[in-house]
């Protein structure tokens, strides 16, 4: 009898093995946490029929999901594959009984759900959508784990996350990192950049990055909680390597109307964004044209985001007239979703604020989006913007003859490399302080470790660590090195570095 198995994606091929792996050190959970549309499902199935206790060698597999639905598509794809091998119905008519003696019975784990599991034997319980699953832990513990008592098998976990502090993601951090994976949409070949450009321009930023990045993150709040917040004491200015300025400009002096709204921020010699100083006034125009002059004497940004909407694109060809590097800008996202782009960089940890900004301004930051005022959340967003190239997608810059400041920021430029033979680099790193010294790396980054070495087979990528493989990158280019190099270092031996790359 044919089967009519797909073929194996290159992260699925890993992704079994690193199961394989896991289940012979002994655990009990594995878990996969990918984007939409990179293959989830079937590598589940894939899995539950050819793992070496699985259907195709006479295992019983109970696979579950939320709901009917759900399990309709995965049946259906098993009929596809296995069509010739399916004896009948499985007992209650859960599933179905193969000729090889396997079995896979389908369980709907959602609300209303009756007893899944009960009176069976399994050698292994896998759950797709497990992140949907209303009180998943309790399932596990009085349902499904009871069934492998008599095999020991494992409990194989996949899903796309569904935000956090939920069961799926608490058993997410409490994972062993050897018995998890994770990876985003573009795991799938298939998916093009021009896809995901699209789901970018037509998804909010963190249902983006939840649905086709696989990131854990809250995406039913906007309001960034001081828990996300990192504070600390800045670095002397001098050591930072990009300085930038937003500014949200009002003109009226009416005490119920918007303030002008300054935000100063920057890079740090080790990568670290910060939020160096917030201000808001309320003065006429002539008189916050000599504040931000005198603001930009003093700190010498290297770039100014300024918002030129109506009367403001006057005030801004005053400023560039008198020497300011300004960028004008006219925002076409609204408020929301501006905030929330960096609001996700505020979530992962990646924005510092200094401990001495104002508190008013800072707590309008807090407070966005039910505050009074939000001219220093927009002031924020523009002066981070320079510092997070994706932040830039939500406006328009007139890039006319005066107006627009185009030089490559100082942080953007690429650090020289030296390439070394087995794929490792050498580059200049500098320290909190600013010192810079050569330090050589791994090819994906890590601290560099001799037994590391990389070879090239076709188009494909394949990391050794002490001679075991560890890794395979299909556009192995971009994860790892750039192609227009290899055949240079190849090329070499010995470990010699070779010419500089810029």
């Known amino acids: 009898m044919d089967l009519h198995l797909p073929p194996l994606l290159e992260w699925q091929k890993h992704w079994f093995d690193k199961v394989e792996a896991a289940i012979a050190e002994g655990e009990s959970i594995f878990m ?12 589940l199935l894939l899995w539950a029929l050819m793992w070496e206790r699985g259907a195709l060698a006479g295992g019983h597999i109970g696979f ?39 079995r896979i019975d389908f369980w709907p784990l959602g ?18 959508e497990a992140a949907y699953v209303p009180n998943l832990s309790a399932i596990l513990e009085a349902n499904l784990m009871p069934t492998l008592a008599t095999t020991g098998g494992p409990v194989i976990l996949g899903s796309t996350p569904d935000g956090l502090n939920n069961d799926y993601h608490d058993l997410w951090r409490h994972t062993p990192e050897h018995a998890r994976f ?50 600390g004491r800045p670095p002397e200015l001098a050591s930072f390597k990009t300085i930038s300025f937003g500014i949200d400009p009002a003109t009226s002096v009416k005490t119920s109307a918007d303030y002008t709204a300054l935000a100063v921020c920057g890079i740090d010699a080790i990568d670290r964004r910060w939020l160096l100083h917030l201000a808001h006034w309320r003065l006429s125009w002539g008189e916050t044209e000599m504040k931000l002059l005198g603001f930009y004497a003093a700190w010498r940004p290297h770039t100014v985001i300024f918002e030129a909407v109506n009367f403001a694109a006057l005030g801004c060809r005053a400023l560039l007239n008198a020497g300011m590097a300004v960028r004008p800008i006219v925002p076409h996202k609204d408020k929301m979703t501006r905030f929330e782009r960096l609001h996700v960089r ?18 309008e930051l807090y407070a966005f989006d039910s505050g009074s005022h939000d001219d220093v959340v927009d002031a924020t967003v523009f002066g981070f913007t320079p510092l997070f190239a994706e932040l830039s997608t939500d406006w328009s810059e007139d890039r006319t003859s005066g107006r627009y400041w185009g030089h490559t920021l100082p942080h953007e430029k690429e650090v020289p490399r030296l390439y070394l033979e087995n794929g490792a680099y050498m580059q200049k790193v500098a320290s909190e302080s600013g010192e810079h010294e050569m330090q050589t790396f791994n090819p994906d980054g890590t601290e560099y470790d001799d037994s590391w070495r990389i070879e090239r087979v076709g188009d494909m990528c394949i990391v050794y660590e002490h001679d075991q493989e560890i890794s395979r990158h299909p556009r192995w280019h971009e994860p790892i090195l750039r192609a227009q190099h290899l055949d240079q270092y190849q090329a070499k031996h010995n470990g010699r570095p070779v010419k500089t790359i810029h």
């Open 32 to 43: 996969l946490n990918v984007g939409r549309q990179a293959g989830k499902t079937s590598a």
């Open 64 to 102: 579950c999901a939320p709901s009917d639905k759900h399990l309709a598509d995965v049946k259906d794809r098993l009929k596809r594959w296995v069509g010739e091998l399916i004896s009948g119905p499985s007992p209650a008519g859960l599933g179905f009984d193969l000729s090889s003696g396997g």
């Open 111 to 128: 609300f209303g759900a009756i007893a899944a599991g009960r009176g069976r034997s399994y050698q292994a319980v896998v759950i797709d």
């Open 182 to 231: 994770s990876g985003g949409s573009d795991l799938n070949p298939a998916i093009s950049d021009a896809w995901l450009a699209n789901k970018r321009r037509t998804m909010t930023e963190l249902r983006y990055l939840q649905e086709c990045e696989a990131v854990f993150c809250d995406v039913a709040g906007l309001k960034l909680k001081r828990a996300e917040v990192r504070y």
């Open 346 to 363: 505020y979530h992962m940890g990646e924005i510092w604020h200094s401990d001495s900004l104002d508190p008013e301004c800072e707590n």
